[in-house]
C-alpha cells in the first residue's frame, strides 16, 4: 500500500529544483538550516545572545524583539536544545501566534511527545488554515510515526493552498517518499 504513494511522489519534480517563496508558512527562512550565532555557541540553558550587550540574556526579561527571539527558538531546537527553545517560546508575548504554536509543536514532536506536537500544531492551523508549515511538520511527525495516509492528507492539504512548491510541501513530500524528516 505504501508503493503507490511513494510512486506518485516520486514522479514530482526533485527536492532540489524549488526555491521556496519568503513567507512564514515555509519559505526561504525555512529553506536552509539556521546559522549558528553566539545563542548557541556561549548561551547556556534558557539565554539568548543580545547584540547590543553583546552578553547571553533571559529572553523573559529582555528588550529583544519578538523575530529575534524566534530566531533563538529555530536555532536552539536546530542544535537539538528543545528544552531551551520550549524556554524561549514560554517568553513569546503572543502565545497565539502561528509561528508560536508551530514552534510547540515541533519541539515536542522532536522530543517524542506527537500527542501534544500534534495538538499544538492543530491549534496553529485552526489559528490560520493556510499555516503550511504547521501542516508539514505535523505530516512529518505522521511519516515518523508510520502514519503515512495522514501525512499524504498534510501534502495534499499545503498543495490545495497553494504551498506546491514551498520548502514545507517539498519536505513533507520527501519524507513520505523516504521515511527521513527534517530537524529545521
Known amino acids: 500500500m505504501r508503493l503507490l504513494p511513494a510512486l506518485v511522489l516520486s514522479t514530482a519534480l526533485p527536492l532540489s529544483a524549488f526555491a ?24 547556556k540553558g534558557v539565554k539568548v545572545w543580545d547584540e547590543k550587550t553583546g552578553k547571553c540574556v533571559a529572553p523573559k526579561n529582555s528588550s529583544l524583539d519578538t523575530d529575534t527571539l524566534y530566531g533563538a527558538v529555530r ?13 524561549v517560546l514560554a517568553a513569546m508575548p503572543d502565545q497565539s501566534d502561528g ?8 519541539t515536542y514532536r522532536k522530543m517524542g511527545d506527537l500527542d501534544r506536537a500534534v495538538f499544538y500544531y492543530q491549534a496553529a492551523i485552526e489559528a490560520n488554515p493556510d499555516n503550511i508549515l504547521a501542516r508539514s511538520y505535523m505530516g512529518q511527525g505522521f511519516v515518523e ?3 503515512t495516509d495522514l ?14 512548491g514551498t ?3 517539498v519536505s513533507l513530500r520527501e519524507a513520505i517518499r523516504t521515511g527521513l524528516t527534517y530537524r529545521y
Not at 509561528?99 to 515541533?106: E, K, P, Q
Not at 499545503?158 to 506546491?164: H, L, Q, S
Open 20 to 43: 521556496a517563496g519568503s513567507d512564514g508558512g515555509g519559505g526561504s527562512t525555512w529553506t536552509n538550516p539556521p546559522k549558528e550565532t553566539q545563542t548557541t555557541k556561549s548561551c
Open 75 to 87: 536555532e536552539l531546537a536546530y542544535a537539538g536544545r528543545y528544552t531551551d527553545a520550549q524556554g
Open 99 to 106: 509561528r508560536v504554536l508551530t514552534y510547540w509543536g515541533f
Open 145 to 147: 510515526e508510520g502514519k
Open 151 to 164: 501525512a499524504i492528507a498534510q501534502w495534499r492539504e499545503i498543495n490545495a493552498r497553494g504551498g506546491e
Open 167 to 169: 520548502w514545507a510541501e
